[in-house]
């Protein structure tokens, strides 16, 4: 627990630092962008949360070197690993001239880091004839360093309101936690605990004022981590079904895989450019569009935050069973298929203007 303790003090002093100093920094670190398609903040606000998670992490592994240097040193080389992600993502945060592709590949680069050093790898996904397949060390690099780059991705794709991104990746964190603690993985149990308090530790900044956002260093760098210690967590303990990830990370993966399949095919565009109709943004447009009485920032800013909770809710859909099935693979496959459906309802109705009425939050409630 001194760990999370630890990493929540630094990551809350760091992000607190950045925003009450943000005049001094505001020309480099400040989005500014108030009508952008995918823009719902009502100021200018500083976009570099993830350096407080980052340090906040650092902090904790370095302190846990002295009772147990072989876990310390570990998460200290996870996160050597994982500096091209988080550097191309602040890089974009701070000059907006990072390409997606660019971070992409920034971010595949710190998965093979993590391969070839640490020795991270997808080695089984529960289906015997890709399991012979993944045992080539060819293959099995190629299918970790995307699925590293795709969950990273995904995180990105979700950080689109107060609390939303950094909510889901603490109650991913908690699960790989309870997991690592089951089967006795200590480098898996000692990082989960530290990110989830430097996660919290920015949560409580960006979460309702929106005061700091996690920018894209912070959320590639929430999703290298994540991606890294589940792989770590399948690959070392066979009593982990290689479904129970899958499960665990449906909400942001289910997302970018219905935006491409909706942007390809239903709208005939390009699937990176970017939308206004992710469900997160429907919830917003429409589910919350009685919320407030008045287009006031203090209003418009409780608008975005009364968003996430219905994505927690959503999300939570996934990691609970996920966290209650985790060596049961075909338990959790039922519930992918759940979890999808649950979402693909839940997108139409409210894309038909027919979500249940119970749903749709009014002014005066809450």
Not at 47 to 68: D, E, K, P, W
Not at 117 to 142: E, G, K, M
Not at 148 to 164: Q, R
């Amino acid at each position: 627990m001194l760990s999370f303790a630890l990493g929540f003090l630094v990551s809350l002093l760091i992000t607190l630092l950045i925003v009450r100093y943000a005049h001094l920094h505001e020309k480099f670190s400040t989005d500014t962008d108030l009508a952008g398609v995918q823009k719902f903040h009502v100021r200018p606000v500083p976009r570099i949360g993830g350096t407080g998670i980052l340090l906040g992490l650092l902090a904790s592994a370095v302190q846990l070197h002295r009772a147990y240097p072989a876990v310390s040193g570990s998460i200290l080389w996870l996160i050597a690993c994982g500096t091209p992600a988080f550097g191309s993502g602040l890089v974009e945060d701070l000059t907006k001239r990072v390409s997606p592709l660019t971070r992409l590949v920034c971010t595949m680069a710190a998965a093979a880091l993590a391969w070839f050093f640490l020795d991270i790898a997808v080695t089984r996904i529960s289906v015997p004839p890709l399991d012979f397949l993944l045992s080539y060390a060819a293959i099995s690099f190629v299918v970790t360093v995307l699925a590293v780059a795709a969950l990273a991705n995904a995180i990105n794709i979700i950080d689109g309101f107060n609390g939303l991104a950094s909510m889901v990746a603490f109650m991913m964190f908690a699960s790989l936690a309870y997991v690592a603690f089951q089967v006795h993985d200590p480098v898996v149990l000692s990082a989960s605990f530290m990110m989830m308090g430097a996660v919290l530790g920015f949560f409580i900044w960006n979460f309702p004022a929106g005061l700091i956002f996690l920018g894209d260093g912070g959320a590639y760098f929430i999703g290298f981590m994540l991606a890294e210690l589940s792989i770590l967590l399948v690959m070392r303990n066979r009593d982990v079904s290689a479904w129970y990830p899958v499960l665990l990370f449906m909400y942001p993966i289910f997302e970018t895989c219905f935006s491409i399949y909706r942007k390809k095919f239903i709208r005939g565009m390009s699937p990176g450019i970017p939308d206004g109709v992710h469900l997160h943004m429907l919830v917003y447009k429409r589910l919350m569009r009685w919320a407030v009485g008045a287009r006031t920032a203090r209003e418009l800013t409780r608008r975005n935050s009364l968003t996430s909770p219905y994505l927690w809710l959503l999300c939570l859909i996934a990691v609970v069973p996920a966290t209650l099935f985790w060596r049961h693979t075909l338990h959790l496959f039922c519930f992918v298929v759940v979890f999808a459906a649950t979402y693909v309802w839940l997108y139409v109705s409210i894309v038909r203007f027919k979500s249940p009425r119970w749903m749709v939050v009014r002014k005066g409630k809450r």
